[in-house]
């Protein structure tokens, strides 16, 4: 065992009486030994100081929700942001449709209805029936 263990054991009282008498007998006589022994002793009163705030109710709750909000993948994030681009997009290729629609069938002198000239279809005549009817 090294002299590090040995002097956590020490402190924490888990050595037999023996070897705690060998370790009191060596504090007395060695300077770095007992400058090991407070640095030991050092850590473990700002551990036990931290320990007891830094872990607030529902600690682990809280982490594993900010895991799983940056744990979004790039994949999602292009996702959403192709998804609203296109919802845009879809709105002003509808507001254009219509308004041409509209144009076209106010100005274009067309006859027929809205529906009709916004798809294109052709006047319907007694001879383009009787050709498509057979």
């Given amino acids: 065992m090294d002299d590090r263990e040995l002097l956590i054991r020490y402190r924490d009282g888990e050595l037999p009486e023996a070897d705690m008498a060998a370790v009191r007998a060596r504090l007395s006589t060695d300077p ?3 400058a090991s022994l407070s640095r030991i002793e050092a850590v473990s009163a700002a551990v036990e100081r931290t320990a007891a705030s830094a872990f607030e109710p529902f600690f682990s709750t809280r982490v594993m929700a900010r895991i799983r909000a940056d744990s979004r993948s790039a994949s999602d994030l292009v996702y959403e942001g192709l ?3 296109f919802a845009r997009v879809a709105v002003v290729a509808v507001v254009i449709v219509v308004t041409l629609g ?12 809205v529906v009709e ?11 383009s029936a009787m050709t498509l009817g057979g």
Avoid: F, K
Wanted: aromatic fraction near 10%; charge should be negative.
């Fill in 117 to 127: 000239v916004m798809l294109g279809l052709p006047d319907v005549t007694l001879e």
């Fill in 83 to 85: 998804r609203w681009a």
């Fill in 32 to 34: 770095a030994l007992q």
């Fill in 102 to 113: 509209a144009y076209s069938a106010i100005g274009g002198g067309y006859s027929g209805t």
